[in-house]
């Protein structure tokens, strides 16, 4: 019986047998370094953003608020969920950069193994979500997320602090024919 190709998702050879001992690969790290560097532009763009939309709500509701169509103490609700809501945003951006900068800085690998759905996969402004098993798992590229056949065995390499999906193989499982 002729034994299927091996799948090796998002790694290079030498990248892989990095992976294997628990290490970043030298492109992975590479990749790693320049995705990095894109978030901060992105980041600053998206914070921009909030604040300006912040700054337009807030105008909006000190103006409803004067003509007495909102009450202050509602008006006070919605300026508290604005600013919340951009403190959390701005907390989640910089906390996913730090985890990503130190898995950078410690070139660690964590290998788990398990089944994906592509029913599962959830987007964020700066990442893809993934569940394998039983945890979520964020993706950096989404055309990655297409390369996984739902309900295949895969070894997965994930970044430890970010829970980032780096790459991942196939493991071919032994057919197992039950007979009479």
């Known amino acids: 019986m002729r034994r299927p190709a091996q799948q090796i998702i998002a790694a290079s050879p030498g990248d892989l047998k990095n992976n294997r001992l628990g290490l970043m690969g030298p492109e992975q790290l590479d990749e790693l370094n320049r995705q990095i560097d894109a978030y901060h532009p992105r980041m600053a763009r998206v914070i921009r953003r909030l604040i300006w939309l912040a700054l337009a709500v807030t105008i909006a509701v000190v103006a409803l608020s004067f003509v007495r169509v909102i009450l202050a103490p509602a008006a006070l609700a919605i300026e508290v969920a604005v600013v919340g809501a951009m403190l959390y945003l701005t907390s989640d951006f910089n906390r996913f950069a730090q985890q990503l900068m130190m898995d950078r800085d410690a070139e660690a690998v ?24 039983l945890q979520s798992y964020r993706l950096l590229d989404p055309a990655l997320a297409r390369q996984f056949k739902t309900g295949e065995l895969y070894q997965y390499y994930i970044l430890p602090q970010s829970r980032v999906i780096i790459a991942a193989e196939g493991i071919g499982e032994k057919n197992s024919l039950y007979r009479l």
Not at 111 to 130: D, E, M, N, P, V
């Open 110 to 133: 964590r290998i788990i193994k398990g089944r994906t759905s592509s029913a599962t996969l959830r987007h964020h402004i700066l990442y893809h979500t993934c569940r394998i098993e």
